[in-house]
Antibody, heavy 121, light 108 residues
Framework: QVQLVESGGGLVKPGGSLRLSCAASGFTFSDYYMSWIRQAPGKGLEWVSYISSSSSYTNYADSVKGRFTISRDNAKNSLYLQMNSLRAEDTAVYYC??????????????WGQGTLVTVSS | EIVLTQSPGTLSLSPGERATLSCRASQSVSSSYLAWYQQKPGQAPRLLIYGASSRATGIPDRFSGSGSGTDFTLTISRLEPEDFAVYYCQQYGSPMYTFGQGTKLEIK
């Protein structure tokens, strides 16, 4: 069965950095785009970034562009999000989600359980 | 960026009633690439509907989606106790994915 397990969240000071990981299993990871989505406490969902199956294409929400970097290692079935210059407004649960198969357009059909990032002094 | 506006913000209904949730887009959603998700407290969102009207795997047929262009609807025909949750619409047809702000479906 498809599983996505995030890790790497925690408490970080404003201006600091953090790297999130997402371990995927139960499907051919290298066939799929992957995305990060976040949810601030008590708020709605915000898409953060996606990466294509071969890492050729990436895209970012304006709110994180220039500060966050998405990457993947298909040999390790892993997705990453490097977060730099963190701000209080980046505090959220971060979910990884399975996106489209290359050549199709599909929504997020599987999500991890999320990892909490708290930015506070 | 396509802005999605959901209404109402909160919907209070009783089990057995029919729920109608709305999602309006600021511009036309390409090829009806519109999805609906359900989220319960402490859980990740779950995909319900994709392509505006197709049910995801394992989703009961009391959930249905409709609409095109800029106006979309999620209908739950007869509410079960487990359906009370927050519902989000999302467009995935443009490179910048966006979500609506959510509709909370609560027990009356």
């Amino acid at each position: 069965q498809v599983q996505l397990v995030e890790s790497g969240g925690g408490l970080v000071k404003p201006g600091g950095s953090l790297r999130l990981s997402c371990a995927a299993s139960g499907f051919t990871f290298s066939d799929y785009y992957m995305s990060w989505i976040r949810q601030a406490p008590g708020k709605g969902l915000e898409w953060v970034s996606y990466i294509s199956s071969s890492s050729s294409y990436t895209n970012y929400a304006d709110s994180v562009k220039g500060r966050f970097t998405i990457s993947r290692d298909n040999a390790k079935n892993s997705l990453y999000l490097q977060m730099n210059s963190l701000r209080a407004e980046d505090t959220a649960v971060y979910y990884c989600a399975r996106d489209r198969v290359t050549g199709t357009i599909r929504p997020f059909d599987y999500w991890g359980q999320g990892t909490l990032v708290t930015v506070s002094s | 960026e396509i802005v999605l506006t959901q209404s109402p913000g909160t919907l209070s209904l009783s089990p057995g009633e029919r729920a109608t949730l709305s999602c309006r887009a600021s511009q036309s959603v390409s090829s009806s690439y519109l999805a609906w998700y359900q989220q319960k407290p402490g859980q990740a969102p779950r995909l319900l509907i994709y392509g505006a009207s197709s049910r995801a795997t394992g989703i009961p047929d009391r959930f249905s989606g409709s609409g095109s262009g800029t106006d979309f609807t999620l209908t739950i025909s007869r509410l079960e106790p487990e359906d009370f949750a927050v519902y989000y619409c999302q467009q995935y047809g443009s490179p910048m994915y966006t979500f609506g702000q959510g509709t909370k479906l609560e027990i009356k």
